[in-house]
């Protein structure tokens, strides 16, 4: 069973950044790619970007001149630097593992499937931009 916990979201202020952690545990973490989703209430989720265990990543489109996703498998910590955020970034933003191929994971999310291969997913970590 693979569990997952994010933290460092808060309140701030339009332009700041912030990166979010997701530290997760379990068996061979190394061969799952992990992926950073947001939600605002009454939308669907969104994917944002994903990693491989091999470090390979895949952004959308969107927010990829901003946010930068990164991997420590030493630490078992995976994380979403987020910068010149905005009000359009206030969520709450999750992140999930998948066993599947990376290759087909980042092939779903170009044609918009970004919870395809997903099996675990942790609770969420809230960021509020305002200002």
């Known amino acids: 069973q693979v569990q997952l916990v994010e933290s460092g979201g808060g309140s701030v202020q339009t332009g700041s950044s912030l990166t979010l952690s997701c530290v997760i545990s379990?068996?061979?973490?190394?061969?799952?790619?992990i992926g950073w989703f947001r939600q605002v209430p009454g939308k669907e989720r969104e994917g944002i970007a994903c990693?491989?265990?091999?470090?390979?990543?895949y952004a959308i489109d969107s927010v990829k001149d901003r946010f930068t996703i990164a991997r420590d498998n030493a630490k078992n910590n995976v994380y979403l630097q987020m910068n010149s955020l905005t009000p359009e970034d206030t969520a709450t933003y999750f992140c999930a593992a998948g066993g599947a191929a990376f290759s087909a994971i980042a092939g779903m999310w170009k044609v918009g499937q970004t919870s395809y291969g997903m099996d675990y997913w942790g609770k969420g970590t809230l960021v509020s931009v305002s200002g």
């Open positions: 379990g068996p061979s973490l190394d061969s799952y790619t």
């Open positions: 990693i491989a265990g091999d470090r390979r990543t």
